[in-house]
């Protein structure tokens, strides 16, 4: 059998669902309220013109949840806001709207793009010293996020983008490349587990059947931690696998 949870293990899973009932409230009051009932570690960034959410007053949120799992509604928020969240070393979550891009581009040579895009949202992007000159593109894109839009451009000639591992340089390479520095690294998750497989049913005479029950790999795909991972991982090469017995995630990537 296994051992019955302690009080405060049963607090930490508490303090995991939250209930949320807002109307048109800014965006940072929201998240500020979502850090201040759960204690975690959740910073503040910039909306895409640069300005610090504290003092954006535009970004508003109206939403109404219950009892749902503060990762989650998080990104939920977010998402009603057009911005996003994003996890850092240390479990530090930030929120943040990415800047954004719009481009017209004729035959243009693939370098110069990254450059302009490197300028316009003050990222570190270098390119692997293997891609040579002569891929061109030609795309349109309007108001789009400035790694959307970076991982459009490289992924239309073949290339991939990587982030380092300190988040602060993305590289821009040859997928062939780069399986050759593919390593893998087990990650035990201490506080954090699958969603619940508990579904709230309704019994009435009207309400017939039984519900289904959540599998595992249904669970895994609501997994918020592992989504949010899954969106700096390198497309195509990253890979992320959930071990149910060690309650463990196995990351693949350079």
Not at 75 to 81: G, P
Not at 108 to 127: E, L, Y
Not at 212 to 237: A, G, H, Q, W, Y
């Amino acid at each position: 059998f296994a051992p019955a949870a302690t009080a405060q293990e049963e607090g930490v899973e508490l303090k995991r669902l939250i209930d949320l009932d807002v109307e048109d409230k800014p965006l940072y009051a929201v998240v500020n309220y979502i850090r201040d009932l759960t204690g975690e570690n959740i910073v503040l960034g910039k909306n895409k013109d640069g300005i610090p959410l504290e003092q954006d007053k535009n970004l508003r949120v109206t939403i109404k949840l219950e009892g749902a799992y503060w990762e989650t509604a998080l990104k939920l928020v977010c998402e009603k806001a057009g911005a996003k969240v994003e996890l850092l070393d240390n479990n530090i979550w930030k929120v943040y709207q990415p800047p954004e891009v719009t481009l017209a581009l004729e035959n243009a040579d693939v370098r110069v793009v990254v450059d302009t895009i490197a300028r316009i949202s003050g990222k570190n992007i270098v390119i692997g010293s293997d891609v040579g000159e002569g891929r061109r593109v030609t795309l349109r894109v309007s108001n789009l996020p400035w790694l959307k839009a970076l991982k459009t451009v490289v992924e239309s000639v073949g290339l991939t983008v990587v982030v380092g591992e300190d988040g602060l340089v993305y590289r821009i390479d040859d997928p062939a490349n780069l399986k050759k520095e593919l390593v893998t690294e087990v990650i035990p998750l201490r506080y954090l587990t699958l969603p619940s497989d508990y579904i709230a049913s309704i019994k009435n005479e009207l309400v017939k059947g039984k519900s289904e029950v959540p599998t595992i790999k249904d669970r895994i795909k609501e997994f918020t931690l592992i989504n949010s991972l899954k969106e700096v991982i390198s497309k195509d090469l990253g890979r992320i696998d959930y071990d149910l017995t060690s309650n463990s995630l196995l990351i693949t990537d350079t």
